[in-house]
């Protein structure tokens, strides 16, 4: 396995699973490609909140919940927790992911995880914390609010 054939698979494959993200002013999409013996994540966010000099880093995890809904107080709350299949404490997580780097709101990040097939996703949230993951805190790195999230649905071809 090289870099060609994470190319390759991304220019030659259609993706298995996917995710419409949505926040008050964050939009964007993840795709999901099987690749090896796990999945190549590919996410977009437009509208990330700014901070100095235009950059902006913000957490991203797969949680637990499938669906984007909450309460006026907790808009997100039906996310659950990060998704994990294993015992081990945070950032070791199953869903726990690289974050995302943002040039004044806009992100783009292609990431191989071996931790998870698409399939495995399907039914969870991707979700976009507003500040960065200290990879410490638990359980779930005290990354701040949850600023956007995407229902995780599989892709029928």
């Known amino acids: 396995m090289d870099t060609f054939d994470i190319i390759r698979a991304l220019c030659q494959q259609t993706p298995k699973a996917y995710a419409i993200i949505r926040g008050a002013i964050v939009n964007g999409s993840m795709l999901a490609y099987e690749f090896g013996q796990g999945t190549i994540i590919v996410v977009e966010a437009f509208g990330l909140p700014v901070t100095g ?3 902006g ?9 499938g669906n984007c809904s909450g309460s006026a107080d907790e808009p997100f709350a039906d996310t659950g927790g990060h998704y ?3 015992s081990c404490p945070h950032p070791y997580h199953t869903g726990d992911l690289p974050p995302l780097f943002s040039n004044d709101g806009l992100a783009w990040m292609a990431v191989y995880i071996d931790k998870f ?7 969870r949230t991707i979700v976009i914390h507003a500040g960065v993951d200290d990879f410490t805190s638990q359980p779930s790195g005290n990354a701040g609010a949850i600023i956007a999230c995407g229902a995780i649905r599989e892709l029928y071809q």
């Open 53 to 55: 000099c235009g950059l």
């Open 117 to 123: 097939t698409p399939e495995d996703i399907v039914g």
């Open 84 to 86: 994990s299949t294993n």
């Open 57 to 65: 880093i913000h957490a991203m995890h797969i949680h637990e919940g």
